[in-house]
């Protein structure tokens, strides 16, 4: 059976796209054991590495480079924290960006994986051709969103799906960092409701629920110790808490449901998309 992928993507940095990477990848092994949990990024900083990796080193010295390279998938991960399987991060993807030769060409190389269950790829703040080639692969595609500059900038991503012939069922919105204290008078009590309307009125999906801002997880990612603390163990009486495992929820029904995976397509019959 091919992964269901699931990108994070947003042009926009700081909206949550890695805080909602790693920690679903977390929910979702916390809810289903057995599912194989594969994450990685296309981002050059190493919070993947640095929230899972167990022991000091790499085990192979190798990364997600070497994934362009030729290297099989499943031989570049490491099992890490939570059962979570990772692939190291990496600095030097831009010297393998020729490599793409068309919007297809990673999913070619992840087709040939023996990779299965869910793979999660957090990408940079850029649709570039490494995040065009996610955002192609992707069963589902989430965007967070945090206000109105944000929401807006999605539609260069939809401009992307509807040039590439995508079906933009596959992207969902979802609202991040919202401040639960700010509320409105009138019909959108807050800003989740309001960024909502905003993009139904758009005719953009979005997931259901939101992820609120907490300083409690702010502290878990910018602290003394200079390292990355998961919610789950450290946010256990926040909403936050809950909130990822509401997302995690309706992750595991849509991968549950949707049993036709975009690899299979691309393997199959999909038009090569020039970049
Ligand atoms: N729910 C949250 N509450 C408070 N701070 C958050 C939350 N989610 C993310 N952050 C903080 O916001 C910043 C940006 O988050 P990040 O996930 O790195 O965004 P992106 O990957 O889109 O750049 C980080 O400093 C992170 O700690
Ligand atoms: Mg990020």
Known sequence: MRPYIITLSSEKGGVGK???????????????????????????????????????????????????????AQELTELGQFGV???PSS???????????????????????????????????????????????????????????????CKYLYEF????????????LLPCLIDARIRFEGPFRDMRQLLRAYAINRGYRCMDGCITRS?????????PDGKVYPIISYGQHSDVHNQFTQLARQVLQDYRNEPARRLGQIAGDADPFEL
Do not use: M, W
């Not at 300083?215 to 878990?220: A, E, H, W």
């Open 18 to 72: 890695t805080t909602v990477a790693t920690n679903l990848a977390i929910y979702l092994k916390a809810l289903c054991e057995d599912l194989p949990v594969t994450i990685f990024s296309f981002d050059n900083h190493f919070t993947v590495d640095r929230l899972f990796r167990i022991s000091k080193e790499s085990a192979n010295k190798k990364d997600i480079l070497h994934l362009f390279t030729g290297d099989p």
């Open 85 to 87: 399987q990772f692939v």
């Open 91 to 153: 600095r030097r993807l831009p010297e393998v960006r020729e490599l793409l030769t068309d919007a297809a060409s990673f999913a070619r190389l992840l087709a040939a994986s023996q990779l299965s269950g869910i793979v999660i790829i957090d990408t940079r703040p850029d649709l570039d051709p490494f995040t065009l080639n996610a955002l192609f692969t992707s069963d589902r595609v989430i965007v967070p969103v945090k206000d109105l500059p944000s929401l807006e900038n």
């Open 161 to 172: 799906f509807d040039r590439a012939k995508l079906s933009r069922r596959a992207v969902r």
């Open 215 to 223: 300083p409690k997880v702010d502290s878990l990612q910018t602290n």
